[in-house]
C-alpha cells in the first residue's frame, strides 16, 4: 500500500494531537513504555513555546490507508548555529512501525526540508532539543524511563543506520540505590574539604532568584560540551516553574567556594511511576489520580536531571570535591524522604570523571541512548 506523508506546522492543532497519541499505539504491548503527558507535549509543540522563540520545525506524519505508522521532526536552531554549529540541522520525535519504506519516507522528507533550508549536516534525535529528550535508547529496553528520557523499541537503531545516520555520541544512563556505600577516598577528600565549601538547598523565598543561578551555573558549566546550546532565560524559568510544583527544595542543591556559588545538583521524583496507568490522559480523572499520589503514594526513586560545576573548578580535586559532596547532601536528603532509588541522565561517554564518580559510588550503567548524524547536500556544501 502507498505511504502517504502529511506535512504541518505547530499552528495545526489536530495533526499536533495525533502527531503526539502516535508513540502509544507504536509501542502498544511493551511492558516499559510510559506514556507522557498529552497536555505536556502538546504544551511543548506550543507556538509560544519559548524554544520556537530561536527555532523553526516541521513535522511529518506517515501514513498507510489512512492509519498513521510513522512520525518525524525536523529542527532548525538558531541558537545552535551561533554555538560552533552553522549549518547543522535536527531531527526528533522518530516513531515508526517496523518498516523500512515508512522510516526512509520520514528520514527522507525531514531531511530534504532541513537541506532547502540551508542545513549541509543532521543530528538527532532530538525532542526537541538536545535540552530536553536526547537520543535513541540502544540498550536497556527492560526498564521504563525516568521523566525526559526517551523509550524505544530495538529496531529503531536499525531504521536510523539503515538511512545513513552514523553514531555521533553515545549518552549514558546510571542507577544507583539508597545503600549504596561511598568510598573511603571520598570521604577523606570530603574529610578534607570541609567547611570550604558551604552547601544549602533551594530558597523558595528567593525563587527566581535561584532559578537564574541554576541557569548561569548551567550554561557556565556546559559551555565547552559535545553539543552544547544554551538555555535561554524564558526556557529555563518555564522549565523552573513545572519542576519546583513536585521537587522539594532540597532536593536542589547549591554548593558555595568562598561566598560564590560554583556548582549545583537537581533531583527530579519519578513522576513516571505515577502516571504509568494514566495513559498520557490528565482528565477526566487523571489529575486527580496524580494530585493524591504526589500528596499520600509520592515516587521512591528519581533522577539527577541537572548537574552543574563552574569552569574554573572542573579537572580539579575542588570540582571533584564539590561533585562528591553535592551528591552526598543529595543523598541524604532523599533517603529521608524515603526515596531508594536515582537515575542519573544523561551522561556524555567521554566524560571520564563524572562516568567515574558514578562507577566508584556503586551505580550501575543501565541504560545507552545514542545520538546519530548524517550529512547533507545544501547550498552551503556545493
Not at 519504506?101 to 525531514?110: D, I, M, N, P, Y
Not at 542507577?175 to 549504596?180: L, N, P
Not at 580535586?317 to 532509588?341: Q, R
Request: charged share 25%; with cysteine.
Amino acid at each position: 500500500m502507498v505511504i502517504e506523508l502529511e506535512s504541518f506546522d505547530n499552528t495545526d492543532r489536530q495533526r499536533k494531537k495525533e502527531f503526539v497519541k502516535l508513540p502509544a499505539e507504536i509501542m502498544q504491548g511493551d511492558p516499559n513504555w510510559v506514556s507522557p503527558l498529552i497536555v505536556e507535549r502538546l504544551a511543548q509543540l506550543h507556538p509560544k513555546h519559548p524554544f520556537f522563540k530561536h527555532a523553526n520545525a516541521r513535522f511529518w506524519l506517515a501514513k498507510r490507508d489512512g492509519h498513521s505508522v510513522g512520525r518525524i521532526s525536523a529542527q532548525i536552531d538558531q541558537l545552535a548555529w551561533q554555538h560552533d554549529m552553522p549549518g547543522m540541522g535536527f531531527i526528533g520525535n522518530f516513531d515508526c512501525v517496523d518498516d523500512a519504506e515508512v522510516a526512509a519516507c520520514l528520514f527522507s522528507a525531514a531531511e530534504a526540508w532541513l537541506s532547502e533550508h540551508g542545513c549541509d549536516q543532521v543530528r538527532g534525535p532530538f525532542s526537541l532539543s538536545i535540552n530536553q529528550e536526547s537520543g535513541c535508547l540502544i540498550d536497556g529496553f527492560d526498564t521504563p524511563p525516568f521523566p525526559m528520557m526517551g523509550h524505544a523499541k530495538p529496531y529503531y537503531q536499525t531504521l536510523f543506520e539503515a538511512n545513513g545516520y552514523i553514531k555521533a555520541k553515545d549518552l549514558y544512563a546510571w542507577k544507583s540505590d539508597a545503600d549504596r556505600t561511598f568510598p573511603p577516598a571520598m570521604q577523606r577528600i570530603l574529610d578534607q574539604y570541609e567547611g570550604r565549601c558551604v552547601m544549602r538547598d533551594f530558597d523558595r523565598k528567593h525563587y527566581k532568584r535561584d532559578l537564574l543561578l541554576m541557569l548561569d551555573l548551567f550554561n557556565d558549566a556546559w559551555q565547552k560540551n559535545w553539543g552544547f546550546i544554551p538555555f535561554t532565560e524564558e526556557e529555563f524559568l518555564l522549565i523552573g516553574k513545572e519542576m519546583m510544583q513536585i521537587v522539594p527544595p532540597d532536593f536542589i542543591k547549591f554548593a558555595e567556594v568562598k561566598g560564590k556559588a560554583a556548582a549545583f545538583v537537581a533531583y527530579i521524583p519519578n513522576i513516571n511511576s505515577l502516571i504509568v496507568d494514566l495513559k498520557g490522559k490528565l482528565f477526566p480523572f487523571g489529575f486527580f489520580k496524580l494530585l493524591y499520589r504526589l500528596r499520600f503514594a509520592p515516587a521512591k526513586s528519581g533522577r539527577i536531571a541537572l548537574m552543574g560545576i563552574r569552569q574554573e573548578f572542573q579537572n580539579s580535586l575542588m570540582g571533584s570535591t564539590l561533585t562528591f559532596m553535592l551528591l552526598h547532601e543529595l543523598h541524604l536528603s532523599t533517603v529521608a524522604k524515603g526515596y531508594n532509588t536515582v537515575e542519573m541522565s544523561w551522561v556524555l561517554e567521554d566524560n571520564k570523571r563524572l562516568n567515574k564518580v558514578m562507577q566508584s559510588t556503586g551505580g550501575k550503567r543501565y541504560k545507552t541512548y545514542r545520538v546519530f548524524e548524517k550529512k547533507l547536500m545544501s547550498d552551503r556544501n556545493e
